[in-house]
Nanobody, 115 residues
């Protein structure tokens, strides 16, 4: 059974920082591509960042220079460090991977940025 469990969300003032974590089980984490998505109220879920098994990364333009995705293979955990948060970053953040042709999502963690 594959599990993705997010944590670390919360309320933060504009300009503040948060670090999200996604602990995984049931996959060979070392070879998995991991990603973060987010869904703001009333909007569709959107891609935020991904990290490949070689450590290479990709980000959506709106978070470049502010967010950093990283991974700890020993802990089977992926992180999203979010700096200089803006009110428009308010969303539910979801961890995602595709494993053996099946897409998996966590339940999400809420980030609320206040002006």
């Amino acid at each position: 059974q594959v599990y993705l469990v997010e944590s670390g969300g919360g309320l933060v003032q504009a300009g503040g920082s948060l670090r999200l974590s996604c602990r995984t089980s049931g996959i060979n984490f070392k070879i998995a591509r991991m990603a973060w998505f987010r869904q703001a109220p009333g909007k569709q879920r959107e891609f935020v960042a991904l990290i490949n098994n070689d450590g290479s990364t990709n980000y959506t333009d709106s978070v470049k220079g502010r967010f950093t995705i990283s991974r700890d293979n020993a802990r089977a955990t992926v992180y999203l460090q979010m700096n200089d948060l803006k009110p428009e970053d308010t969303a539910d953040y979801y961890c995602h991977t595709t494993w053996r042709s099946t897409m998996y999502w966590g339940r999400g963690t809420r980030v609320t940025g206040s002006a």
